[in-house]
């Protein structure tokens, strides 16, 4: 008989033993789709960040960017001289468009001498500006802005209306008087924290706001090449090679090295503890059940049935439960994900656009390779009792007992 | 078609054990033929049970010689016996062994399923097996459903599924009440003299008193045979 011959006989015998025992069939049913829900968040989580962050970086259409030293923007130096940097960037014929964009914090002047911590962004250049404007109209001219959602909800102002804030540029330690920005639109900053107040300028008004504090200066230069971005790395540190530039995927690795390991070190972790307990709880439950029926199972041997159908029952039994369990750890994992998503994205620094947990084909189809292998190692222990099961003094035992 | 279903010629089965080997059955002859119906009996631990196994080909000999249909069994892979256990042996148990999850018709189809048999021939030959032991309007009831006589009843049906030439029992009365001994004592004799050769182990007089051959067995060694 064929191996696929004997399986086709075994799964309804399987199928059977479940049903006949429903405490057991649905203990190790549940059992496999809780460790099957967290490991399934594990392996999004592993990837999921730098997914999200991939996506979050090629969602604003510029594939390089270029930072004064190799440190990622905000965390290093600013860029000096950004006008004629920018110009000798702009003009690179690998380059498509280049925008620079200079961070600054602001406190908003609300009614009743109240303030709201702002974050400014200031930007000039022939590249489409980092936001998406959603009412309104974006900036054209020095002196106005695009607030977000969070802001216009906060300060209760809309396009049309006036804002009055004093900026905070991190250089020096003098008071900056006050700038009046006309806003004329509501935008979506992709990069925006969680409820972080983000308004969106020229660089002039930025500038212009933090005085002669780092006049000339920018975080970051975003770059959107011809057509490749690893060529306009190149031709960026020809004519500049003091600059940091980096593709898209550079600065991914760059965050990979920095922050996201952790993640991918600790999700490697649990997805070997959770895989563990899978492995354990049915290699239990499928050595209690056959050690159960080991008189029944010397009886379907002396009457005929072959060692490889007898292992095969159990294989399929233990597939049975990992395949139901692993099914509805589906929708488990998918509404754990998005609870633990909202939990960690709490954490300060995390802009709200990135996810922690991203569904992704690969991750599903490793969560079924996993769980299929753990289907089979755990029915191997019960599956050797099986095989080597003495048919006689099993059944001389099972008549003395 | 062979008139001699199993040649034992001198075997003996000796288990290891941690206090030194001890020899279970010892030096026994015996041929069983088409028809033959045997009765093994004796005190409690000399080898009965053993024995069948032996003939049943689910233990092998540790010395001596033993022959199913003409082929060495010592010879053939545990595969090879599985089969030939399948198609031409039947075993009733003292527990019955019925699979609780199945009913009383899907027990009896298990082996001709397992012997390949298409799914008319196992309906056809099920049905005939339930009518045979009588319990045709049974046949959709689960073991926790049957009596105790039931489920030997099945459980004859079960061993009767592939037509074996030979049907083994170990204490086929030995969890029945005295009664139901009887009825299941009265299908086995029409299970043989419809044709198939049957050895019973026993501790039933009158069951063994229905054998036409008789060994008595002590110390693992058959002590005497009647033949009647």
Avoid at chain 2, 212 to 222: A, F, H, T
Wanted: a neutral charge; glycine letters at 8%.
């Amino acid at each position: 008989m064929t191996a696929w011959a004997t399986l086709r006989r075994a799964l309804p015998m399987a199928w059977r033993s479940l049903i006949r025992q429903p405490a057991r069939a649905s203990l190790g049913i549940l059992g496999v789709a809780a460790v099957g829900a967290l490991l399934l968040d594990m392996l999004l989580l592993s990837e999921g960040l730098i997914v999200s962050m991939r996506d979050l970086l090629a969602r604003t259409g510029y594939d390089v960017r270029v930072t004064a030293t190799e440190d990622l923007p905000r965390n290093g130096p600013r860029l000096r001289d950004v006008q004629a940097t920018l110009s000798a960037i702009a003009r690179l014929p690998q380059v498509r468009g280049a925008l620079a964009v200079r961070f600054a914090d602001a406190a908003v002047a609300l009614p009743h001498d109240a303030t709201l911590d702002a974050s400014l962004e200031g930007v000039t250049g022939n590249a489409p500006h980092p936001w998406h404007v959603l009412r309104g109209r974006d900036v054209r001219e020095p002196g106005e802005a695009v607030i977000n959602e969070s802001i216009a909800t906060g300060s209760g102002a809309g396009p049309g209306a006036a804002l009055m804030l004093r900026a905070d540029c991190g250089v020096g330690t003098e008071a900056l008087p006050p700038a009046r920005l006309q806003i004329v639109g509501v935008a979506e900053f992709p990069f925006a924290l969680t409820n972080e107040n983000t308004i969106g300028a020229t660089l002039g008004t930025v500038m212009a706001a933090c005085g002669a504090d780092g006049a000339d200066q920018a975080d970051v230069i975003l770059v959107t090449s011809a057509d490749d971005a690893d060529a306009a790395v190149a031709a960026i540190k020809a004519v500049r090679s003091d600059l940091g530039a980096a593709t898209n995927e550079q600065v991914l690795g760059r965050i990979q090295r920095t922050g996201f390991t952790y993640f991918q070190q600790i999700s490697s972790v649990l997805t070997t503890i959770t895989v563990s307990f899978a492995l354990l709880l049915i290699a239990v439950l499928l050595t209690v059940s056959v050690n159960q029926r080991l008189g029944e199972i010397a009886a379907l041997r002396a009457l005929g049935f072959s060692r490889g159908r007898v292992v095969a029952d159990v294989l399929c039994e233990s597939a049975l439960i990992v395949a139901m369990g692993g099914v509805l750890s589906l929708p488990i994992g998918a509404a754990l994900a998005t609870v633990l998503d909202r939990i960690l994205k709490r954490m300060p620094g995390i802009p709200a656009e990135l996810h922690f947990f991203v569904f992704q084909p690969t991750a599903l189809t490793l969560h079924m390779a996993l769980l299929a292998a753990t289907a089979v190692l755990a029915a191997l222990y019960p599956m050797h009792i099986v095989a080597r099961l003495p048919i006689a003094a099993t059944l001389r035992d099972q008549v003395a007992e | 078609m062979n008139d001699l279903v199993v040649e034992a010629r001198s075997i003996g089965r000796v288990f290891q054990m941690p206090a030194g080997p001890v020899a279970a059955v010892r030096d026994v002859t015996l041929q069983v033929r088409s028809g033959d119906y045997i009765a093994v009996r004796g005190p409690s631990g000399c080898g009965k049970s053993t024995l069948l196994h032996m003939l049943g080909c689910v233990d092998t000999p540790t010395s001596g010689a033993l022959h199913f249909d003409g082929r060495d069994v010592s010879a053939l892979s545990d595969a090879a016996r599985s089969l030939l256990r399948l198609r031409h042996i039947g075993f009733v148990f003292q527990r019955f062994f019925l699979l609780p999850m199945l009913t009383a018709a899907e027990n009896v189809e298990l082996p001709q399923s397992e012997a390949g048999s298409s799914r008319a021939a196992r309906e056809r030959r099920t049905r005939e097996l339930l009518d045979y032991v009588g319990l045709g309007a049974r046949a959709d009831h689960r073991p926790a459903q049957l009596s105790g006589g039931e489920m030997q009843r099945v459980a004859i049906a079960r061993a009767l599924a592939n037509t074996p030439r030979l049907l083994l029992a170990d204490e086929p009365t030995g969890e029945l009440d005295e009664a139901t001994g009887q009825q299941i004592a009265a299908l086995l004799d029409r299970v043989n003299a419809d044709g198939t050769a049957l050895v019973v182990v026993t501790h039933n007089d009158s069951l063994a008193d229905r054998a036409r051959r008789e060994l008595l067995m002590r110390d693992g060694r058959v002590e005497r045979e009647i033949a009647r």
